[in-house]
């Protein structure tokens, strides 16, 4: 499993970015938020999808990030630099706290969900998650949250496009 903090230190293309998080408790939602703002590159990185490349790192872009307290995932939006969606990323996660610098972080379990503005759900790594359990760095019982965890998503929180862009602009308000 890999440890990822909500901060994305580990990406070398941004030389210069604002980051912010901020801990949320309200009636819609209940966890960490953080964003992303990238100010500067020293070379825009992008992501082959759906025969396109789409920029994910890029002077003027945005990456909003979701880390619910009591969901075993975390929702990254990229935003373009009029704050649009690009498209969702969803980590299927095995536990999550607070870094001692106060940064969030999830432990990644493979399982990724990939969501497009016109609905389109797409489950990624799949075979990385298989492939874990095959070489034992997973457990059994962590394979199946993630399956539980990507089934309930699909059926749940991404089943209307246009209410989980509803959520997911209501929780950007809280940190802009």
């Not at 003027?60 to 975390?74: D, H, V």
């Amino acid at each position: 499993m890999t440890r990822k903090n909500l901060s994305y230190n580990s990406i070398t293309a941004i030389t210069r970015k604002k980051f912010q998080t901020q801990k949320i408790e309200t009636p819609l939602f209940c966890g960490y938020v953080s964003l992303i703002q990238v100010l500067e590159v020293d070379e825009p990185q992008f992501w082959d999808f759906r025969g396109e490349k789409i920029p994910i790192w890029q002077t003027g872009y945005q990456r909003f990030s979701i880390l619910p307290k009591e969901g075993n995932y975390c929702i990254a939006a990229i935003l373009d630099e009029n704050d649009k969606i690009v498209f969702w990323y969803i980590d299927i996660i095995a536990s999550q706290g607070v870094d001692g610098e106060g940064v969030p972080y999830f432990d990644d379990l493979y399982l990724d969900l990939i969501v497009c503005p016109d609905g389109e759900i797409i489950e990624d790594d799949r075979d990385e998650l298989e492939e874990a359990l095959k070489q034992g760095d997973i457990t059994r019982q962590q394979f199946e949250l993630a399956d539980r965890t990507g089934r309930a998503l699909r059926e749940g929180l991404l089943s209307d496009i246009d209410a989980f862009q509803r959520f997911t602009y209501q929780c950007l308000s809280y940190i802009k």
